[in-house]
């Protein structure tokens, strides 16, 4: 079982739709991030969570809105989503931002979006 | 110039063979190195991580890494079936303030 829990599993959403995906880690890793992931590519970045902050936005469209409420949760707030923006979204965690810890990050099992 | 570069694939080989993935980066300033493997339809998971230069074994795992030729590679003996998975070379890139970067991906088939 994954330490990183997101949900929901899956999810099929209109454009004009708003739905929100969450993620939830109680390794007391103190950096939680979004990452992007389409077909047959690796992951890409989108989000950067360091205590509670939000310390990198991968210059990533509006309608994409993370939110961090506590050192355990975060969460992606989805509005006006276009169909390519369809793909696998993951969490992840980690002890600190710095990129120095050597345990690296720790996936959830991903939310896997349709925008219809 | 990619941050992450993976060898091409896709990768073939039979059961019980040597695999051997490779991996190439960009910038001199990271000291951390990670291996994940990616199931079809699934997340990453880390498999490997190293940070001194030369090899690191675990199980039927070796990683190597050469920080003067900014290489480092995943060696997988004994090769399963069930090994047959993409495997992501991953390191902290200063470019996106040391967060960790991924290449490509090489995708690894097992025949048995």
């Known amino acids: 079982d994954t330490e990183v829990t997101q949900t929901p599993k899956h999810l099929v959403m209109g454009m004009t739709n708003k739905k929100s995906l969450k993620c939830e880690q109680h390794?007391?890793?103190?950096?939680m991030y979004w990452y992007k992931q389409k077909a047959k590519k690796p992951p890409e970045l989108m989000f950067v969570?360091?205590?509670?902050?939000?310390?990198i936005n991968e210059s990533v469209p509006s309608r994409f809105s993370p939110e961090c409420p506590n050192s355990s949760l975060l969460n992606l707030h989805l509005h006006a989503l276009q169909p390519e923006d369809s793909a696998l979204y993951l969490c992840?965690?980690?002890?600190?931002?710095?990129?120095?810890?050597?345990?690296?990050?720790?996936f959830g099992s991903g939310t896997r979006l349709t925008v219809v | 110039q990619k941050e992450v570069e993976q060898n091409s694939g896709p990768l073939s080989v039979p059961e019980g063979a040597i695999a051997s993935l490779n991996c190439t980066y960009s910038?001199?300033?990271?000291?951390?190195f990670f291996w994940y493997r990616q199931y079809s339809g699934k997340s990453p998971e880390l498999i490997m991580f190293i940070y001194s230069n030369g090899d690191k074994e675990d199980g039927r795992f070796t990683a190597q890494l050469n920080k003067a030729s900014q290489y480092v590679s995943l060696l997988i003996r004994d090769s399963q079936p069930s090994d047959s998975a993409t495997y992501l070379c991953?390191?902290?890139?200063?470019?996106?303030?040391?967060?960790?970067?991924f290449g490509s991906g090489t995708q690894l088939t097992v025949l048995p």
């Open positions: 390794m007391g890793h103190r950096a």
């Open positions: 910038d001199r300033g990271s000291q951390s």
């Open positions: 992840a965690s980690s002890q600190d931002s710095t990129g120095r810890s050597v345990y690296g990050y720790t």
């Open positions: 991953a390191v902290p890139y200063s470019g996106s303030a040391r967060q960790l970067t």
């Open positions: 969570y360091s205590y509670e902050k939000l310390s």
